[in-house]
């Protein structure tokens, strides 16, 4: 393990950093720096990658991917956060399993995790660069003798290029923004960036679709509405099919936004009062959804993950698996591709995988409610293990607030008071969290809500999340200490 810290330590001196500012910049100078990684990822998820191309392309496979990764499909960002969200995911898991002892309270071991990330992500930026080229993603590669409709060597090597320096951008963006340079994380603005783009689309887009030889509908739901009004189609808009938006999943989306605005208001406020300043006195807030959309994110990444790995080892078997990958996951043939052909259609993959529409969830009750179970009970997992590995549990919280020199009325003045009260709310919270994060993003997948069921969830929580941090900033003004204790919990 000494060793271990000490490769580390000195691979962390030679990987690309972000300088933390000398002093803290302006509200105004954050807004500039975030708003410029915002640019240089929109930049960046519309600049398609240089030799994509063969029928591979004609079909996402890896559709499943987008809203968490905030990857575009045969665009520089092809991998978009994946990277991050990967490595970040699997030292999470060793952390909090003790496999991999750090303590997230010592600054020191801090700096090793942060460096670990890193160098882990550049390891995953590769092998999903691969991974990606060599499991036909992209398109198919060329057999002996065969130059057209594929991908050559060349091609495989300058994709792989595209793929990595784009990645590292996005790396060095988001350590751009959490450094302090900006607001929030990359990461998040990333994942809001693209859900909203999603949102808009499904409401807003003007792009015909072929329904059949001889019929073609708007995609967006507004313009399709307004259509069917001048049309006399106006019982066709209320469903439409698997993937095309309709009025049932528009008053869905609006149904489970007003749904998590609600559950995110809804919190425990113990009463502080300030040591520091005489006369003060405030609340300490305790979220129902105390763990926030962490917890999704790491499902959906494990998920997600499991999935596309699953199928490109599909693609790489062919179309005659051994008998036992049946039991793993099983694929539509590439030669029978749809549009929606990138999903599962057996094995335990097909269960991680929500059913695609209202369709689907009636057609398939048992995949659905297998799908909703195993969700819930993921994200149960991941908020308690985030509680400790995020420095969230009552302890941790108790320094905190001892830190900030306030205390509770009625308590003694001690960690350990203080961390007994808490124990009361933090334990039971973070399970109900997880239930209802789970319960919230499974059914509205089953439904098909515009953005998914967990990019709703995402989108709503980072919106929030931005409002805490600039109502912070304006406090922290007045008094930084307090400032701490704002959107904590």
Not at 70 to 96: C, F, K
Not at 310 to 333: D, E
Not at 394 to 403: C, E, G, I, R, S
Not at 444 to 449: P, T
């Amino acid at each position: 393990m000494a060793s271990m810290r000490e490769f580390i330590k000195s691979v962390g001196t030679i990987l690309p950093e972000i300088p933390k500012p000398e002093k803290k910049p302006t509200l105004n100078e954050r807004f500039v720096w975030t708003g410029f990684a915002l640019i240089a990822y929109l930049i960046m998820a519309t600049t398609p990658l240089y030799g994509f191309g063969g029928p591979g392309h004609q079909q996402d496979q890896l559709a499943f991917l987008r809203v968490v990764f905030a990857s575009t499909q045969g665009t520089l960002m092809e991998l978009g956060i994946g990277p991050i969200v990967t490595s970040g995911l699997i030292l999470q898991l060793l952390v909090g399993s003790d496999i991999i002892k750090l303590k997230m309270s010592d600054s020191a071991d801090r700096a090793i995790f942060g460096s670990a990330t890193k160098f882990l992500t550049l390891i995953v930026i590769v092998g999903e660069s691969l991974a990606y080229i060599l499991g036909g993603a992209l398109g198919p590669a060329c057999a002996t003798g065969v130059t057209a409709n594929c991908l050559t060597a060349n091609q495989d090597l300058i994709i792989f290029v595209q793929l990595f320096v784009a990645s590292l951008m996005v790396l060095l963006l988001d350590e751009l923004i959490q450094k302090g340079w900006g607001i929030g994380s990359g990461v998040s603005l990333f994942i809001l960036a693209g859900v909203c783009q999603t949102v808009m689309w499904y409401t807003f887009s003007p792009i015909p679709f072929q329904v059949s030889t001889t019929q073609t509908e708007l995609f967006g739901f507004i313009p399709a509405l307004v259509s069917s009004f001048f049309t006399n189609t106006l019982p066709t808009i209320v469903v439409r099919g698997i993937k095309y938006p309709s009025l049932l999943t528009f008053v869905l989306t609006l149904v489970m936004l007003l749904v998590l605005i609600y559950i995110e208001g809804i919190r425990v406020e113990l009463p502080i009062t300030s040591i520091k300043y005489r006369g003060f006195q405030g609340v300490y807030p305790i979220k129902l959804l105390y763990v926030s959309n962490i917890p999704v994110i790491l499902v959906s990444a494990l998920g997600a993950n499991v999935t596309f790995f699953s199928r490109l080892l599909y693609n790489y078997v062919g179309s005659n698996p051994p008998w036992w990958f049946h039991y793993i996951a099983m694929f539509p043939t590439q030669t029978n591709a749809t549009t929606s052909s990138s999903y599962p259609t057996g094995g335990i993959v097909y269960y991680m995988t929500a059913p695609q529409g209202v369709n689907n969830t009636v057609a398939d009750p048992i995949h659905a409610a297998i799908y909703l179970l195993y969700l819930i009970g993921m994200a149960v997992l991941f908020a308690r293990l985030w509680v400790e590995i995020g420095g969230l549990n009552p302890h941790a919280v108790a320094k905190n607030l001892m830190d900030a020199q306030v205390q509770v009325p009625g308590f003694r003045r001690t960690g350990l008071s203080i961390e007994q009260m808490l124990n009361r709310y933090i334990p039971t919270l973070t399970i109900i969290g997880g239930i209802l994060i789970g319960l919230v993003a499974g059914v509205s997948d089953l439904f098909g809500v515009f953005g998914t069921g967990i990019g709703i969830l995402l989108m709503v929580d980072i919106i929030l999340q931005y409002y805490q941090m600039l109502l912070k900033e304006q406090v922290e003004e007045v008094s930084p200490a307090l400032a701490g204790l704002i959107g904590a919990g």
